[in-house]
């Protein structure tokens, strides 16, 4: 059996206020710290737990943190709760000045819910607003043999990752640490220790701060108040029923990649690590299993040896992946957040910072080009930035963290993770690409027509307002480059037919589109973007014609709407017909009139020049002429306005009774 190779990092102490040590946040008489749960919100769940051979339990509880550990104590004893009361100290203000509140009740006697003049309990002399103040907490309990379990919140500086990536040619190995600093005033010794990302709402709650409201003056006119407070009732609702004959959704299997050559033997393995193996997600533990030994995997901290997993075989290659996977931590959902657990106790002294590897894991990756440009780096705007790229597939949320990139032995550089969620991908630049340059033109313009709405004779069609992005892509290296081109999007417009691959990014307003590039090759990417803007429009008008026939030509189309379509397309052609022939009509006639009007004009100036009796005869043939034609016009335009009048009303009645209210998609 071959021994895994674990790295053991040196503990990384540091000294702080070593004049005025910080004493923990909450100490518990016979109840010792089994179990730390640190979040990315700055506070941290705790757990003790032990017997106590006593009717009551005494915290001594920071000033500071009064407020969280009443807010969030959580008790429980095996074999039933047995708590009666949990009383603490109040500060009362009184004529100026700070009345210490009386001494928690001794044994056997009833706890009142008011506080009598008294003298306080030892420690709880006032101390100014020193944070640092001790106060005691007495928990109050039926009975003096008890097997305790005791949990709360304090304040904890928030755990942060670091990730490691080094590419190879199938793909990615990526690493977690998490990085734990205990601040709080006690060591950790041999705790259970879990690292939760993301942060679920938490807040200072100043329980041990007396607050008495005002009241309203009650008169004896009987006026008690004078609005009556709306209130909100939720009602009981039992979950939907799965379908008939349809199995109820398994939870969700994480992938465990393995290298090809590595074995791992559950029974090898400590209880419990069966299930990590197996990639199941973590149900949702109560308080009484929190800190039992769950299924998972953990690492090395500072300060601490790393555990013996084998033996190894002679002269075996180095490899960049954990051969024991029980070393790692178990990740897995609770309440909808990721839960990292490590599987073995982990001591963190006092005013020290513990690194521990959560994951190492075989994932989809590869370095390529990013062209994304960033006004804070001008050269962005020229040439595309070197990302590393991979995808989660941790069956967890990655959080922010540092993230540095490996290829071929050589360190490549760092970047910013964002958080991750399962099974998302991750493009972290971390170098500027010089080989490629990139040069973008846009255009913007207006296409098509759609039939979008028609109801009581009215026409509603939409146009696409289209913008048009061109990149222009050199790549100046001897090998083909692969580039990936984050192209801003116009709100509330669709991508129209992106290249494959295309990753339209809902949330960021972004688009990530592959361009692969040959070795000295040019080549342009064209981006086509719409926004439909509606318009009401003129039956008769060219775009309307335009819409109608698309529509009449789509075989998504309704039949019953097409077939009246036609019918009032019909008309509308002879409608056209007749109206171009009576504007022509209408245009000869005010020719005429014109030309005859002045031909009249001028005869009256030949009519005394007998010289040009020739010229008066040649204008008054053509005045003769126009008057004829005249007398014709006049009649073909009745007649066509009577056809132009017919059809309009035939064509008013056609479309009256189309009602199209559901527009096709566009194609």
């Known amino acids: 059996m071959t021994r895994s190779v674990t790295a053991s990092l040196g503990l990384l102490c540091f000294a702080a206020g070593l004049g005025c040590a910080t004493p923990p946040p909450v100490t518990a008489q016979g109840l010792t710290l089994k179990k730390v749960v640190i979040y990315r919100n700055g506070v941290g769940y705790f757990e003790r737990g032990g017997r106590v051979a006593s009717d009551r339990v005494q915290f001594r509880v920071r000033k500071d943190e009064v407020g969280d550990f009443l807010a969030t104590l959580a008790v429980l004893e095996r074999g039933g ?41 030892p420690g709880n002399q006032p101390a100014g607003d020193n944070p640092n103040k001790l106060l005691t907490v007495v928990m109050s309990l039926d009975g003096r043999e008890h097997d305790l379990q005791v949990g709360y919140i304090a304040a904890t500086p928030i755990w942060r990752p670091s990730y490691r990536l080094v590419i190879e040619k199938d793909g990615a190995n990526l690493q977690a640490w998490g990085i734990v600093q205990n601040q709080s005033g006690e060591d950790w010794n041999n705790v259970s220790l879990s690292l939760i990302a993301e942060a679920p709402l938490a807040f200072d709650a100043s329980l041990a701060t007396p607050v008495i409201p005002p009241r309203p003056t009650v008169t004896d006119g009987g006026d008690v108040i004078a609005v009556v407070p709306r209130s909100e009732t939720s009602l009981a609702e039992a979950p939907p029923a799965p379908p008939a004959g349809m199995p109820m959704a398994a939870p969700a299997e994480m992938d465990m990649e393995m290298d090809d050559r590595e074995e791992v033997s559950v029974a090898s393995r400590a209880p419990g690590k069966a299930e990590a193996k197996k990639g199941k997600r973590m149900a949702p533990a109560p308080l009484s299993s929190i800190g039992k030994g769950r299924a998972g995997g953990g690492g090395a901290s500072f300060g601490m040896a790393a555990p013996a997993m084998g033996q190894m075989a002679p002269q075996q290659a180095y490899s960049r992946q954990t051969k024991n996977l029980s070393a790692l931590a178990a990740i897995g959902l609770q309440a909808g957040a990721t839960r990292y657990e490590l599987p073995m106790p982990v001591t963190i002294p006092n005013h020290s910072a513990t690194m521990v590897m959560l994951l190492d894991r075989h994932v989809a990756g590869e370095a390529i080009a990013l062209y994304a ?50 099974g998302a991908t991750a493009t972290v630049p971390f170098a500027m690409d010089r080989t490629l340059a990139v040069d973008v033109t846009r255009e913007n313009r207006e296409e098509g027509a759609r039939l979008a709405h028609i109801e009581g004779g009215n026409l509603i069609i939409v146009r696409d307002q289209v913008w048009l992005t061109k990149y222009h892509v050199k790549n100046g290296a001897d090998r083909s480059a692969k580039l990936l081109v984050k192209h801003p ?92 022939q009576h504007q022509k009509l209408s245009t000869e006639d005010q020719e005429r009139r014109r030309a005859t009007e002045e031909t009249r004009a001028n005869l009256k100036a030949l009519e005394k020049n007998a010289a040009a009796a020739d010229l008066r005869a040649k204008l008054t043939g053509r005045l003769a002429t126009d008057s004829a034609r005249l007398d014709v016009l006049g009649k073909q335009l009745v007649e066509a306005g009577l056809r132009v009048n017919e059809n309009q009303i035939r064509f008013q009645e056609a479309i009256r009774a189309i009602k199209l209210t559901e527009p096709l998609p566009p194609a």
């Not at 009666?84 to 044994?107: H, W, Y």
């Not at 990655?398 to 071929?408: D, V, W």
């Not at 992106?498 to 972004?510: F, I, K, L, R």
């Open 489 to 580: 999007r116009v709100g509330g417009a669709r991508l129209n037919k992106p290249p494959a691959g295309t990753e339209d990014n809902v949330g960021t307003g972004s688009a990530l589109v592959p361009t692969p590039v040959g070795p000295r090759a040019k080549i342009d990417l064209t981006l086509d973007e719409r926004q439909e803007t509606q318009r009401n429009l003129a039956w008769l008008s060219p775009l309307a014609d335009e819409a109608v026939k698309a529509y009449v030509a789509d075989n998504r189309a309704n039949p019953g709407i097409v077939t009246q379509l036609k019918v009032a397309w019909d008309i509308r052609q002879a409608l056209v017909k007749a109206t171009e």
């Open 373 to 422: 440009p960033d006004g804070g780096v001008p050269d962005s705007t020229a040439h595309p930035f070197r990302v590393a790229r991979f995808t989660n597939q941790t069956g967890g949320l990655l959080e922010r963290g540092p993230l540095a990139i490996f290829s071929e032995g050589a360190f490549l550089g760092q970047g910013m993770a964002d958080p991750l969620p399962d």
């Open 81 to 121: 709760s047995s708590v009666r009361s949990a009383s603490f100290p109040l500060d009362v203000q009184k004529d100026g000045g700070t009345v210490p509140s009386p001494s928690p009740p001794p044994p056997g006697q009833p706890h009142l819910p008011f506080a009598s003049a008294s003298q306080p309990a």
